[in-house]
């Protein structure tokens, strides 16, 4: 109680500053604003705290204003928004780990799950040799049954690669088109979302996939089963990557609603803002 007493009194000149900044914005007509006062004298519940981790927290891992707008709000009113986000946080913890160039995965990470791709399922694959971890092939199957009950075929086309696959397949693009134009569109080993084994590419891993069934299918339907699109059109800045239509994680259907919610559908937003709230201790100033 005492630490929580000690945070909470740390913390309330930033959740201060936040609700001052907040009323500004304010219509004239609206209902007044609780003053800094009264904010002092609100009882330490778990939504305040969830509201204040919230806050640091988007700060820390830089999301955007009208996004963190948002999350601030959401958090304020409490549930469901602190049910979605335990709910994101639960799971394998490779589901939401972030995997990007500034974020590789632990050295010598290779899942121990993975399963084969295979003929006779719901999907087809475009090689013989494709693996994911188990619980995302059985997704990957139930997305598929759903397709094609659509009419829409999805073809695997790139799964699971290992650290060394990715250092091949990596060089060869700097050999063929250069590292500039090599790192848009695939990652240094260590750092790509395939290594995890939650990875997929669709189709034909190039631009014309957004344009086919599969492609217009994917966008509308996949978040219902957990998948996300990884690197989408506009966000290269943020993401690190050009648009691949093709590349879609698997995040499980918790974080992939959680995205969808609070996120703007965007993958890489999410993780950093999880990563962050993972990371994120608040000093014990009685320790
Ligand atoms: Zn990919």
Sequence with gaps: MLKKMALLVCLLPLFS???????????????PQKTGVETQKAPVTEANEILLKAERVLQKAGIPADIAKTIVEAARSGHPFIDDLNAALK????????VDKQHPLPHGYEPDDLVP???????????????LRGFAEASLEEMAKAAKADGVTLLASSSYRSYDYQTTVYN?????????????????PGCSQHQTGLALDFGSIDDTFAETK?????????????WSLSFPNGYESVTG?????????????????????Y?????????????????????????
Excluded at 214 to 226: D, R
Excluded at 241 to 261: C, K, N, Q, T
Aim: glycine share 8%; charged share 25%.
């Design 172 to 188: 060869r693009n700097v050999r063929e088109m250069g590292k500039e134009a090599a790192d848009r569109e695939s990652a240094p």
């Design 241 to 261: 990557y050009r648009w691949e239509s093709w590349h879609y994680r698997y995040v499980g259907v918790p974080l992939a609603h959680f995205i969808d919610s």
């Design 117 to 131: 791709l295979v003929q006779g399922k719901s999907y087809r694959i475009g090689r013989n040799d494709l693996r």
């Design 17 to 31: 500053c936040i609700k001052a900044n907040s009323s500004h914005k304010t219509d004239a007509g609206d209902a």
């Design 214 to 226: 599969a492609g217009k299918w994917l966008p509308a339907h996949a978040s219902g089963f957990g």
């Design 91 to 98: 799971g394998d913890p490779y589901l939401r780990f972030l």
């Design 263 to 287: 996120f703007n559908g965007i993958q890489q937003y999410a993780l950093q803002f999880l990563h962050e709230w993972e990371q994120d201790r608040a000093t014990p100033v009685d320790a």
